[in-house]
Structures are given as structure tokens and as C-alpha cells.
């Protein structure tokens, strides 16, 4: 099973301020997905991170806001930009394929005020 | 699409037995199912593959009808650990993502 470490574990941010979330892996994976997890709420896929090509976003997200970089097969970054407090949240990586398991890293936890 | 998950919230005692439903309106290739507790991330129980294979945890069963597009997950003579919430996770057979159900939450009480 995949390892997935994630920096920071948690932070407190200011509205209008950026942050980057780290996600490791500790072998290489093909894809790896970035979710957001608001409070009392289900995972939501904000995009696919593909290592050598732009991510793939979902409805509701774009680029602008949620900018992520894949420069190897074991790393990404997730940064939330210009955060307001509705981007208060669980922000996880994953890795995995359709027909094996996937794997969650441990999440980042994010309070803007 | 979202796949529906039935029922929202079950409370149990300890040895008792539930069943938590995750359905789609969708073709599916996979289902996968999780259990997160309160602050930490979703941990893999099962997944359960179109034709019938599955992996994953011991203690735990789950079904999936194809043709239904549906899947179940047992918990049978439950215990004090199983308790946090369950989510299923689909991927349709056009979809390479997993979409996920809104949760059960399973209390399990001594």
C-alpha cells in the first residue's frame, strides 16, 4: 500500500492569502487526486494531477484559484489561492487507479479567518 | 454523479448487526468503500470490481449488483470500532474518478 504524507497538517490563514499544500508519495504513481472535504460534508474531487500535463479540474474549480504543479511521479502541490473562509476545509491527496484501491493521505487542515 | 447512500445514520450496540446501501444511476465499474473517524482521514475497506472480484478487509462484506448499479456493506456482530462514518466511492465504466456518497454515520454504542 501507498504512503502519502501531507504538509502542512493544519493551518490558521488570513482572508486574501495563499497557501501551498505538499502531498509525497513514497513510490511512483501515475495519477494522483486532490479533494476537499468541507465540514460535516462528504469529498469533493477538485482535479486530477497528471505528472508531465496540466491537471484536470472539475466543475467548480479552476485553475485561477486552485493552481497545482506535478514535477514528478512522487510529489504534488495543491495551493488555494486568495483564500476566503468558505475555502475553510480538509484538503486530501490521493493516489490509485479505478480498478485497485486508493489511498488518502492524512489531510491538511485549513481555517481561514 | 453522486452515488446515494442509505441509510444517513445508524445507531447500533455493540453485536449488532447493520447494512449500508450505496447506489448510482450509472453504469459502474468499481465500488470502494471507506470509513472515516472524527479528524482523521478516510481509510480503504473494500473495493468490489465489475465481475465480481473483490479486496479488502476481513471482518468486513459487501455485495455489488451490476445490473442494479447498487452495492451493500455488512457490519455484522459490530463493535465499538466501527464506529464513524462510511462513505462509498463509484467509478462509472466511462470514468477513470471516483465520486463519493454522502456518508453514514455509524455509532456504535457498549
Known amino acids: 500500500s501507498a504512503v502519502i504524507s501531507q504538509k502542512p497538517s493544519r493551518d490558521i490563514c488570513q482572508r486574501g492569502t495563499s497557501l501551498t499544500i505538499q502531498c509525497q508519495v513514497d513510490?511512483?504513481?501515475?495519477?494522483m487526486f486532490w479533494y476537499r472535504q468541507q465540514p460535516g460534508q462528504s469529498l469533493t474531487l477538485i482535479a486530477t494531477?497528471?505528472?508531465?500535463?496540466?491537471?484536470?479540474?472539475e466543475s467548480g474549480f479552476v485553475i485561477d484559484k486552485f493552481p497545482i504543479s506535478r514535477p514528478n511521479l512522487t510529489f504534488s502541490t495543491l495551493t488555494v489561492s486568495n483564500m476566503s473562509p468558505e475555502d475553510s476545509s480538509i484538503y486530501l491527496c490521493?493516489?490509485?487507479?479505478?480498478?485497485?484501491?486508493?489511498?488518502f493521505g492524512p489531510g491538511t487542515r485549513l481555517t481561514v479567518l | 454523479q453522486q452515488p446515494v447512500q442509505s441509510p444517513q445514520a445508524v445507531i447500533l450496540r455493540e453485536g449488532e448487526d447493520a447494512v449500508i446501501n450505496c447506489s448510482s444511476s450509472?453504469?459502474?465499474?468499481?465500488v470502494h468503500w471507506y470509513r472515516q473517524k472524527h479528524g482523521e482521514a478516510p481509510v480503504f475497506l473494500m473495493i468490489?470490481?465489475?465481475?465480481?472480484e473483490q479486496k479488502g478487509h476481513e471482518k468486513i462484506s459487501a455485495s455489488f449488483n451490476e445490473k442494479k448499479q447498487q452495492s451493500s456493506l455488512y457490519l455484522t456482530a459490530s463493535q465499538l470500532s466501527y464506529s464513524g462514518t462510511y462513505f462509498c466511492?463509484?467509478?462509472?465504466?466511462?470514468?477513470?474518478?471516483?465520486?463519493f456518497g454522502a456518508g453514514t454515520t455509524v455509532t456504535v454504542r457498549a
Open positions: 490521493s493516489v490509485g487507479a479505478a480498478t485497485d484501491t486508493q489511498y
Open positions: 513510490s511512483q504513481v501515475t495519477m
Open positions: 494531477a497528471n505528472q508531465g500535463s496540466e491537471a484536470t479540474y
Open positions: 450509472k453504469a459502474l465499474y468499481s
Open positions: 468490489l470490481l465489475k465481475g465480481g
Open positions: 466511492g463509484t467509478h462509472t465504466t466511462n470514468d477513470y474518478k471516483l465520486s
